[in-house]
Each structure stands twice: as C-alpha cells, then as structure tokens.
C-alpha cells in the first residue's frame, strides 16, 4: 500500500514539473531566437550602411556588437574584390584586432587626420538623430574617429529609438580621468544641467572598469530624458577630470534603422 502511494506520489509530481520544464524550455527558445533575430536585424543594417563605402575611402570603424557586422561586411568585400584600397581606423582595441584579422589595412586619425565616412553604432538615438554612445567603453576614440569623418553613418535596430536622450534610463557615460575619481563623479552628480541622474563609477568585477585609454568611465542614469542635453554635454564636458561624454550630439548625417519591417534610413534634416 504505501509503495503504491509513493508511486502515484512521484507521478503527480511527474506530471507537476513537466509543464513547468515545458515552458522554461519554451521560454530559453525564445530567448534564442529573439537574439538570433535581433543579430539579423543589426547585420541588415551594417551591410545597408556599408553601402556608403567606395573603393579608396579612408573607412571609421566603430565598436560594439552592431559596428562588427560592418567590419566583416567590408573585410568580405575586400576579399571579392568589390572594394579596393580601403583603409580603415579603428575605434577601439578590439575592432583594431577584429579589422587586422579580416585584412583590412589600418591607420591612425596622425596618419589619416580626415576621414571619408565612418560606420559605427549607438545606444541611444532621438528624433533629432542625436545618439547617446559609449556603453562599451570606447566613447573618446569613437567620437575623435566620427568627427574627423565627412559623413557619419549610424546604425542600429530600432530598440535603440528613444523619444529623448537619456530615456532608456539606461547608462550614459562619461569618461574621466582616473585621479581623484570619487570627487569627479561627485562634480558631475551635482550638475543643475543633469539633475536627478544617478552617478556610478562602471565596475569590471571587483575594480573599477579601464578604457582603452586608461581612464575610468562614471555612467549617469537619467530617470525622465534629458530636456536640454546640449546644455548637459556643455556643463558635463566643463567638469575639470572629465575627457569625454557620450552624448553625441549634431553628428549623425544617416541613421539606419534596421526593425521587422525592414531597414529605414533617415537623413538629419537640414
């Protein structure tokens, strides 16, 4: 008798936890392919803006996960032939690696100051195409790279759509020098211009994270978007310790928005 209890016991339980490991399955699928599908939608929009690029361009070559599909793009392309004396400048360490391992020859802003185009991503972008960049730590570079460019070509899926900047109430960092850090962030906490953001200093485990450049990086969380973020980048950038901030501001010529619907580009307006 009680051996026949514990067997219908352990089948109720059976019969319990499999719709349970049913829909954890369902959901870890899902989350596969959400992220497979969001990786198509940034390769649709790296190729779409590679289409920028001619043979004997002087090429900026952004970071992050969207800005590497258009590193590839351009190494396949080299590769067939259908660009031809390309040369690339690199953002970041990582992209300098990933862009010499696909061939693609390299140079400095010192060895090529102007720039015909430069690919890269965002984090942020607003109706205005003014974009917040940096989450992946290589804003200062990214920004020189992007300047000295004739036309900047932003690309992203269309989760990075904001209606303000700073509404993703995601971080947007600012890279500072490492001296006296604890008072630099505290400067910036203060700031009228960025009232009611939260300042951290970005961790990489249990130090504080390093740039490329061998700085520190605060990041502000804004609860509400930034209602005058020229304003905000002028106060932030006045800040003695800061090197650089995120906020990318009137330097986006395209964007290219890559959704379910397909791939849009916008054009800043005039």
């Not at 969001?38 to 969207?66: I, N």
């Amino acid at each position: 008798m009680q051996a026949s209890l514990s067997s219908q016991a352990a089948s109720r339980s059976f019969f319990t936890t499999r719709p349970v490991l049913r829909r954890a399955t369902q959901a870890r699928r899902a989350l596969v392919t959400r992220a497979l599908n969001m990786d198509e939608l940034k390769k649709q929009a790296a190729w779409k803006a590679v289409e920028y690029v001619k043979s004997g361009d002087v090429v900026g070559l952004g970071t992050g996960s969207t800005a590497a599909f258009a590193v590839d793009r351009i190494g396949d392309l080299l590769s067939s032939g259908e660009l031809k004396d390309i040369v690339g400048v690199p953002t970041s360490v990582r992209t300098y690696e990933q862009a010499k391992g696909r061939g693609i020859p390299l140079a400095t802003l010192s060895e090529q100051p102007k720039l015909d185009v430069a690919i890269d991503g965002a984090d942020e972008v607003d109706p205005n195409l003014d974009v917040v960049k940096g989450r992946g730590g290589a804003l200062l570079r990214e920004k020189m790279v992007e300047q000295a460019s004739a036309k900047f070509v932003c690309i992203v899926d269309d989760s990075k759509l904001v209606e303000g900047l700073g509404g993703s109430k995601d971080a947007m960092p600012v890279e500072i020098v490492q001296f006296c850090h604890e008072y630099t962030l505290k400067r910036l906490q203060a700031l009228p211009e960025v009232a009611g953001a939260e300042a951290k200093l970005r961790m990489d485990g249990g130090k504080p994270y390093v740039t490329d450049n061998h700085n520190f990086i605060v990041d502000l969380y804004f609860q509400e978007p930034l209602k005058e973020p020229h304003a905000a980048a002028k106060a932030i950038a006045a800040v003695e310790g800061v090197v650089e901030h995120g906020l990318f501001l009137d330097m986006v010529d395209v964007c290219i928005i890559a959704g379910a619907n397909g791939v849009e580009v916008r054009d800043r307006k005039a």
